[in-house]
């Protein structure tokens, strides 16, 4: 086993940087969503209830919230298609065993590309 051995003071002056991809407006929108769901609740059966949400209603806030209009939002339910098995939203998020927690983790793998 390697252990590397800094004396008191000494610091590490170089380090390899790892590619940063930029994120795109599709992208931003679905960690936004998934943000709006962690804060407010998740909901079934309706878009919005109070402050909690399903996914498509997620989707339509967060559009909304960062204003890139109707080709963002149908590109994030899009984008999300390949992780729910190609199923309607809605019948994906309406599923009685869907999890809060499940929506907004595949809502964030879609978002950062899988």
Request: with cysteine.
């Amino acid at each position: 086993m390697f252990v590397e051995h800094k004396e008191v003071g000494e610091v590490e002056t170089h380090r390899e940087s790892l590619p940063v991809k930029p994120l795109d407006a599709v992208s931003c929108v679905l960690l936004l969503a998934a943000e709006i769901l962690e804060a407010g609740g998740h909901c079934k059966g309706q878009a919005m209830d109070g402050d909690a949400h399903c996914l498509s209603g997620a989707i339509t806030s967060a559009t909304f919230r960062i204003g890139d209009g109707a080709h963002a939002h149908n590109e994030a339910c899009d984008r999300m298609q390949p992780f729910i098995g190609g199923r309607n939203l809605v019948d994906w998020n309406d599923d009685p065993e869907r999890t809060a927690a499940e929506v907004i983790a595949l809502m964030r793998r879609a978002a950062l590309g899988g």
